[in-house]
């Protein structure tokens, strides 16, 4: 576990989120954090890819997240890609952990889904729930990742069924749970 950090670093939101000064968001009215979320520093969400329309629609959402999620340093979330009318948004569900320099462009990332340091996930992907994606692994754009898989390589492939237990194996709500209370 990392040393307990400074207490300025990170600013609390009102439903509990934990953002780092030194994280960089853009359009950040365009993000819904779920609550109990935490960003790193050199974390970096683009809000500002959207649909386009007026200020203040409903469809203007670019980024939702869950809660109990977790976005490690130096990692990128950014919607996947341009339709006909602006950027598609990108959904994660609750306990998503994103490892240190990941970047993820995948329309939808399901509940208890630990993806690894360094992991590029490509654009307009879907990760169902409960998939441990390991460091360093490469998936394809447009993929669709089966529930309780896990998957490693590049191209990212499946390379084990996980057990209907894998939820509690899987540790993302533990561990972030743990740092939450750490910051």
Known sequence: MPPKQVK???IETDTG???SRKSNILGSQNIILGGKTIIQADCTIRGDLRRSGAPGQHGNVAIAV???CFFARSSVLRPPGKTHRGFYPMKLGDHVFIGEGAVVEAAMVGS???IGAGSVIGKFSIIKDCVRI???TVVAPNTVIP???RVAGRPGVVIEELPETAQDSLECGRIVKQIYRMI
Do not use: I
Request: charged share 30%; net charge negative.
């Open 134 to 136: 390991e460091e360093g």
């Open 112 to 114: 208890f889904v630990h």
């Open 66 to 68: 869950g809660r109990y």
């Open 8 to 10: 300025g670093e990170y």
């Open 147 to 149: 529930p309780f898989s």
């Open 17 to 19: 989120n934990k953002v």
